[in-house]
């Protein structure tokens, strides 16, 4: 696991105030939405706030791209690495 990865998944666990739930306790490949980690629209919301903050990165809250990024743990970390990069 990368050191980013695992930022990622406390700051899940932070931000989403999920308790029960230890880093390694998340797939880095399965869904954070719905079936997987099992998230919801607010907690897209929180999680946004959070990496926007933590980060700095930028994404608009409607679009289809955001969705892709927010798909999984994955995901999030190639977006923060590639807003990173710019």
Do not use: C, W
């Amino acid at each position: 696991m990368s050191q980013l990865e695992l930022e990622i998944k406390e700051l899940i666990i932070a931000s989403l105030a999920l308790e029960d739930i230890a880093p390694q306790d998340i797939d880095s490949t399965q869904p954070l939405f719905v079936d997987g980690l099992g998230l919801d629209s607010i907690d897209a919301l929180e999680l946004g706030l959070a990496l926007q903050k933590k980060y700095g990165v930028s994404m608009s809250a409607d679009s289809e791209q955001t969705r892709k990024h927010f798909s999984s743990v994955n995901a999030l970390v190639d977006f923060v690495s590639a807003q990173r990069a710019q």
